[in-house]
Every structure is written in structure tokens, then in C-alpha cells.
């Protein structure tokens, strides 16, 4: 298992402010943006920007015992890996917790779980190209 820190996701409260301050300021590429999410690339580093509707609209899993929702942990890590399914049950073994079924998206495959504190973290592989 070689996991990589893939991607920082961080929930704001102004959007367009901190897209501009991602793009002008810091002078990151903007690789997408929705309505009210953006993603940038910081060399091999993703950030990701999620919007204030996710403060009740929880990315990863809300309402879990013992599981912290964005109002109390706005940054969260992504670990990329090569292979989801294989290191997912290496963490498994090694006692993670797992709060997700892998899930798949356009941008590649998922899983979140969560650090003895309650903390969530994200698997995840990117799409092929």
C-alpha cells in the first residue's frame, strides 16, 4: 500500500472570493468549477473548495456517532491510491474504520472513513485517462 495525499478539501464560506484568491493570488489553475464547488491544481496536489450549502449538505457522511460533520473538521484529506479495493482492505485489517461502500464517480472511485477521533478522510483512485 503506497497512499499519496491526493487531494485538500476545504469547505469556505465565500466562494468567489476564495476562487479568486486561489487563481489571482496564489496563481493555481482552476480545472472546474460548479455552482458550488471548485477544484485546483497545486502541482500533484488537488484542492477542492466546497461551497457553504455544504455545511447542512455534508460531503462524506453526516449524522454517524463519533463522526465529525464539516462544521467541526472544514478540512479533509484525500489519499490517492492505485488501487482502492486492495488498500481498502489493507486499512481494514489494520483496524480503519470505514464509513462508505466504495462509491464511483466520472472522476474516479471512493470511500470514506474515519481516524480514531472521528475524523473523515477519503480512498481515493483516480479515473483512468
Not at 500500500?1 to 466562494?15: E, R
Not at 497545486?42 to 449538505?57: Q, V, Y
Not at 489494520?94 to 464511483?104: D, F, H, N
Request: glycine residues 10%.
Amino acid at each position: 500500500m503506497a497512499l499519496q495525499v491526493g487531494a485538500l478539501i476545504i469547505l469556505v464560506d465565500d466562494l468567489e472570493k476564495m476562487k479568486s484568491f486561489f487563481k489571482e493570488t496564489l496563481g493555481l489553475k482552476m480545472f472546474a468549477s460548479k455552482p458550488d464547488w471548485a477544484g485546483f491544481n497545486a502541482g500533484e496536489l488537488l484542492i477542492e473548495l466546497f461551497g457553504p450549502r455544504h455545511r447542512t449538505e455534508d460531503i462524506g457522511v453526516s449524522g454517524v456517532p463519533g463522526v465529525k460533520g464539516f462544521e467541526a473538521q472544514p478540512i479533509r484529506i484525500s489519499f490517492k491510491t492505485e488501487n482502492i479495493e486492495a488498500d481498502l482492505e489493507t486499512l481494514k485489517q489494520k483496524g480503519a474504520r470505514v464509513l462508505t461502500a466504495i462509491g464511483q464517480e466520472s472522476w474516479g472511485k471512493y470511500v470514506w472513513l474515519a481516524d480514531p477521533e472521528g475524523n473523515q478522510y477519503q480512498l481515493w483512485e483516480p479515473a483512468e485517462k
